[in-house]
């Protein structure tokens, strides 16, 4: 009786373990990848968060079974950590991406409350750490080519450019890749055409206010601007309509612009973010993604440039000057022409 009872424990046992090794194996073999798309702020208005949204879709749609999230922080930045930890706390996802130079800092102590969660950085940088993965465009360069044609603009003769040698920029706020990459090569590509051309810089203190930036950008045309650099997220639009109105110009980083403002918007830099996320992206769901490693990526990459080829560009912008500035940027990504890359 005993033998018997014993016997049938055993079966069971064996059973049950049986079948939650089988169920667990299957488990692992349906479980698809789980991407969090983090966007710091919110997607709309942002070249980079939009771009990054798209290349995780489209690696995300040719890989079956896998899915992402998209989750947008908001503008209150003292918030993003508490916001970041509650989306890894979940356990949810293989990886997290994230885009912008302050998300390394704010995730570093996640990833030690939870060492198993992966990062991955875009438009931002960070080495040695083995649950990130970063890549960091190089800002110094297409700030450089943004500040050499505006440079060319504020001498030239378009109808909107005067006689003073004063070219602008106006940002959401200061951080250390704009501090030491940006407003540097805006000045120094500027200075290359004419050592006498000075850069009026104004802060407006968030990412959203369109009006403050378009208050900003009148009293810089006030004071003599012609050309103005543009970092402000979803604010860009009040900069883009003072600018329309007074017939001055900007320049803007990041993605093919030209249209959002035609006739206004007389420079657009690169970085081909949509690309890199897809291809990071696409080799994190195959596992061959290198987390530990942070990496640089200049114009001779092919991520960063410069964008001649635009309707707008070709029919605003005179022949003369897009010679040049063609010539600077085929000169860089040659090799030809080596920018000296401050350090962060
Ligand atoms: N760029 C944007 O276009 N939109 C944003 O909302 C935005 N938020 C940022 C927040 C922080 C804290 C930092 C450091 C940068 C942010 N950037 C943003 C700038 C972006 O990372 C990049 O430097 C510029 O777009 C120039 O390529």
Redesign the pocket.
Known sequence: MLKKKLFCFFVIFYTITAVMVFSNGKQEEDKGFNLAVV????VA?????EQMVAGAEQAIKEHPGSSMKVFELG?N?AE?GEKMTSIVATGLYDAVIT?????PDICKSIAEQFPMQKFIFV??YIDGHPQMASFL?N?YE??YMLGHLSALITKGDMPGSNADLKIGMIV??E????NKM?LPGFKDGAKSVDPSITVDFRIIGN?YDANKASELAGSMIDAGVDVIGV????A?QGVFEECGKQGKYVVF??DVSYSKAPGVIVGS?A?YQNRLVYEVITKAIENTLEYGKGQKLNVSDGYVGFVTEDPDYISTVPEEIRIKQKALFESIKSGETVLQTPEL
């Not at 966007?39 to 919110?42: A, E, F, G, Q, S």
């Not at 885009?99 to 998300?103: A, E």
């Open positions: 966007v710091p702020n919110v208005g942002s070249p980079l968060y503008f930045q993003w885009s912008n130079p302050s998300m438009d931002g465009y800002q297409q700030s959401a706020q951080y250390p890749v704009l940006i990412w970092i402000c997220g979803g860009a980083w990041d830099g970085l």
